[in-house]
């Protein structure tokens, strides 16, 4: 990533450590709501595991790939006191110490290091103007440095794959209003540790962070698998991706008619009546820009047989080089998901490359629900693509 021209900061956590450390010296370990109680014993075993952390971490950065074209290519690391720390201090009668909060980010000085090729490497250690160091919280430290730096994504490793639904399924996609919700209803049903980091997701895409991926370290490989496949592996939160995305009404057909008029002239969309629009309008989703409708797509689901066809998906010409069609596509494959279905299937005439690029493959037209196939229009002799959920 650092080859490619990826401008990465690194943060680090160490509580493993600091709990090895304070084993091998008899110390206990304390926590009140979440953090960790520093005093000044605890706070050396801070410094201790900050520092060797650092090492094993630099260390792996330095050594090459070896039988890879990158085996040269050298990675410099930068890190320093780039972050300005104040105590928590006493809340509701505990005194916390040397547990701190990230007071100030020294923006300036992070972006020379970037500038100049490095992978910054920071640790969840912050220290005051008076020169104290103080213990800060690893989400924390991230979550105000890529705010502080406009970072284009926020990438948190986690246990966990991402954040699972009420049936142990993967959530690939959230807004933050979701988030928001999400966070509000299992509040108190998850440990404080998880809530504390999903509200500092939220906060960090409402200070204009515009994407937050949420991935297992456990998985290899995962960095790659998240940022360049088209479904990643993990949870994704975004700066409400879908604002302008919404369910159909009565009062859309006129303009669904306008969107749809000039594809069905060339013959790329069936023709449909007003009518038998007004009846359907309820499958529809569009969206708008401005008042103005720039793009839609029905979606009919086949309960049964667990599928769902994506039909009448259109882009106003004015808006076709704004990837709208595949924030469509990810919309109503995500309310696919949602209803229960499997598999979505396509029926086209002009558009098969576009579908198999997005990871739909070709099938035989017994493999459409009966129902769908009883409708099927031989003149038109559509291609049908399936795709799994």
């Known amino acids: 990533m650092n080859s490619l021209g990826i401008r990465l900061v690194l943060v680090h956590g160490i509580r493993p450590q600091i709990e090895q450390h304070l084993q091998a010296r008899g110390l206990p370990s304390c926590y009140a709501q979440g953090l960790r109680i520093t005093d000044a014993p605890t706070l050396n075993c801070v410094k201790a595991a900050w520092g060797e952390v650092r090492s094993d971490v630099e260390s792996a950065l330095s050594s090459g790939l070896t039988n890879q074209p990158a085996s040269e290519v050298r990675i410099n690391t930068a890190s320093g006191n780039f972050i300005v720390a104040r105590p928590v201090g006493i809340r509701d009668g505990v005194d916390y110490g040397y547990t701190g909060e990230v007071r100030r980010v020294e923006v300036s000085a992070i972006t020379r290091r970037l500038d100049e090729g490095c992978i910054v490497l920071l640790g969840p250690i912050g220290y005051s103007p008076t020169g104290e160091a103080f213990n800060l919280l690893t989400e924390d430290v991230a979550t105000e440095v890529a705010i502080a730096l406009g970072a284009n994504k926020l990438i948190c490793l986690t246990e966990a794959e991402g954040i699972v639904d009420e049936k142990g399924q993967l959530i690939r996609e959230l807004t933050v209003f979701e988030a928001q919700r999400l966070l509000t209803e299992v509040q108190r049903e998850v440990g404080s540790e998880h809530c504390h980091l999903l509200a500092n997701v939220i906060r960090a895409c409402q200070q204009g962070v515009q994407r937050v991926h949420l991935v297992s370290w456990q998985v290899e490989g995962t960095l790659l698998l998240e940022l360049f496949t088209r479904d990643g592996n993990g949870t994704l939160i975004s700066v409400d991706t879908f604002e ?71 882009v106003h010409p004015s808006y076709r080089r704004a990837h709208r069609g595949d924030t469509l596509l990810a919309f109503l494959e995500r309310e696919a998901r949602q209803l229960g279905m499997t598999r979505l299937f396509v029926l086209t005439t002009h558009a098969a490359h576009w579908f198999q690029e997005r990871g739909f493959v070709v099938a035989e037209l017994e493999s459409l629900p009966m129902a769908r196939r009883a409708l099927y229009n031989y003149q038109r002799k559509s291609k049908v693509f399936v795709k799994r959920l």
């Open 244 to 314: 302008h995305l919404r369910k159909a009404t009565i009062e859309d057909v006129g303009g669904v008619l306008e969107l749809i008029r000039p594809l069905e002239e060339a013959g790329i969309l069936v023709r449909r009546s007003r009518e038998k629009l007004e009846m359907e309008i309820n499958y529809f989703t569009v969206q708008e820009r401005d008042g103005m409708m720039v793009a839609c797509a029905a979606l009919y689901p086949f309960v049964a047989e667990q599928m769902a066809e994506l039909a009448c998906l259109a």
